[in-house]
């Protein structure tokens, strides 16, 4: 089966009604552990999915899962109606490199830190065969000004930049190729509150803007209660309560969701 | 001890056979980098261990062997390279590169184009050209397999947007045949376009690193660039000031503390060889 080329994607008709991602019955166990357990869900086109749960209850092992970093046990992934487990690797590598994009929690490890802001966004064009200086330049410009990013910083590196630039910045590098799936790991972590109000302000319009279907993991429930249209609650590897974020941030029904949202400060 | 306690070119049969059929691989496969079991020589590494296993698997008594070091056939590397093999081989040596049958190179290809049934062999210190951008060897063996070569623009593209112009100037990564991405050794890019298309045959040995890699003969090797900063073999703007030649490679020689300076061919055989013939450059004397 052929790829598309990232220029198609426009033209290519989005159904709402299919699913973009559907996964059945995923479980990754570490040895006798388990590390996540029988999750399912569907995801839809422009669709905004929040992952939250406390730390080791599975949800960075499913979505390590999902974006292909790690091998589920069992279980099956289905993107756009194909087999996503039972694709070569250099048409799942092909596929993280233009439909996917995965924004880490730490910039550093998704940026090339010796490598300038130019070339982070760029990097990923040329992965995808653009070979035109001109061009690439430009869009890169085009690209770090939607995410509010100064044109004459460019050429910096980005460890001369603040953690929110960086963060930012990272969000450039894997939205220029234009893809319709984004997987992202505590995208506001280890920032100041008014910094993560700008990005969640800055994340909510370009998901609303590129019809971008957005897988999001956090233990932070303000950061979904924004962003998120639906809400899975993960504990110990498995899904313990799912449904639409406000109905399940208002009136949660297990034990404890219970606990996970009166556990938030008030201020 | 003497010579005679030597097996022929120093190296024992079982490893030359090892060596031989890497090499063999390496040109079965244009470009791709092959594992060997690299041997401790007697000189250190950095000194051309690699060049070295490989001119000694392809050393025959009836060779004729021409060393040269960044296109110098009398400095010391050079020297001491082609003393070894004339004492463990007892092979004959030349200076002159149409005479020779194997040349063992150092960071040059000769000016003197080669021709067919010679075997150029290149020194290679560091044969993974995308190790500066991917430090991770599984890592980089992955995007060889998976043709993922778009790091290795990345690299260019900051040469142009930090210095207005690709500034890599040796080592410019190549891609042979369509296919593996290769680092030709650190050859100035002045040599790029004689990679491709040679009639000799073209091994490269990295003897820390336990790589062969090869180039057989009439294989099309191309300088990666970009569409709109095409690539461009560059030079010094001077003639050679012994010689006269204006399209040879190179070096720039300080005469004296008061900034005066010369340039002269980094290929002394055929800077030599043109002095021989007549002609004279501006800071030269008639032969």
């Given at each position: 089966m052929t790829l598309l080329q990232p220029s198609e994607f426009s033209t290519k008709i989005r159904s709402p009604d299919q699913p973009l991602l559907r996964v059945e019955d995923l479980t990754r166990r570490y040895g006798p552990r388990i590390?996540?357990?029988?999750v399912s869900f569907d995801l839809y086109p422009g669709e905004v999915l929040g992952i939250v749960g406390e730390s080791g209850s599975g949800k960075s092992t499913l979505l390590s899962c999902l974006a292909g970093h790690q091998r589920p046990d069992l279980g099956r992934i289905a993107y756009d109606g194909r087999d996503v487990l039972a694709m070569t690797e250099t048409e799942r590598r092909r596929l993280s490199r233009t439909d996917w994009a995965y924004v880490h929690q730490n910039p550093r490890d998704g940026l090339r830190m010796g490598v300038s802001a130019g070339g982070n966004v760029g990097e990923r064009l040329m992965a995808v065969g653009a070979r035109h200086y001109g061009d690439i330049r430009a869009k890169a410009v085009d690209w770090l000004g939607r995410v509010e990013i100064?044109?004459?910083?460019?050429?910096?590196?980005?460890?001369?930049?603040?953690g929110g630039m960086q963060q930012r910045l990272q969000i450039a590098r894997n939205l220029v190729t234009g893809p319709r799936l984004v997987f992202m790991d505590e995208p506001t972590g280890g920032l100041d509150v008014s910094v993560q109000a700008r990005l969640l302000d800055l994340l909510r319009g370009l998901v609303r803007d590129l019809g971008l279907s957005v897988i999001i993991v956090t233990h932070d429930l303000a950061v979904v209660r924004l962003l998120a249209h639906r809400l899975m609650v993960m504990k110990s590897g498995r899904v313990v309560e799912q449904g639409l974020t406000d109905q399940v941030l208002d009136d949660p029904q297990h034990a404890y969701t219970q606990l996970l949202v009166s556990s938030v400060l008030q201020v | 001890m003497t010579d005679q306690h030597y097996t022929f070119a120093y190296l024992d049969e079982q490893t030359k056979r090892m060596i031989r059929r890497a090499i063999l691989k390496g040109i079965a496969v244009p470009g791709y980098q092959v594992p060997f079991a690299s041997r401790e020589m007697p000189m250190p590494y950095g000194w051309g261990t690699g060049g070295v296993q490989v001119t000694a698997a392809c050393l025959t008594p009836e060779d004729r062997l021409k060393v040269i070091d960044q296109g110098a056939d009398d400095t010391t590397n050079a020297v001491s390279i082609r003393k070894f093999f004339a004492r463990t081989a007892g092979v004959a040596t030349t200076e002159r590169t149409t005479e020779a049958t194997v040349i063992q190179t150092r960071h040059r290809i000769p000016e003197t184009p080669l021709r067919a049934g010679q075997i150029l062999v290149y020194q290679v210190p560091i044969p993974e050209p995308l190790r500066f951008l991917e430090p991770r060897e599984t890592e980089t063996r992955k995007m060889h397999e998976l043709e993922e070569y778009g790091l290795t623009h990345v690299k260019l593209y900051e040469d142009i947007a930090r210095?207005?112009?690709?500034?890599?100037?040796?080592?410019y990564p190549v891609k042979v045949e369509g296919r593996y991405v290769m680092d030709p050794s650190p050859i100035p890019k002045f040599d790029n376009p004689k990679l491709s298309g040679s009639p000799a045959i073209q091994l490269f040995g990295a003897g820390r690193e336990q790589r062969i890699y090869a180039l057989p003969p009439w294989t099309q090797v191309e300088s990666l660039d970009f569409d709109d900063h095409p690539f461009q073999a560059s030079k010094a703007p001077h003639d050679c000031d012994l010689c006269g030649a204006a399209h040879s490679y190179l070096d720039e020689v300080i005469t004296d503390d008061r900034g005066g300076r010369m340039f002269v061919c980094s290929d002394t055989d055929f800077c030599a060889g043109r002095r021989a013939k007549g002609h004279v450059g501006r800071l030269g004397e008639p032969a």
């Open positions: 590390g996540c357990a029988e100064a044109a004459d910083r460019v050429d910096d590196r980005p460890t001369a930049f603040s | 210095h207005g112009q690709i500034a890599t100037a040796y080592a």
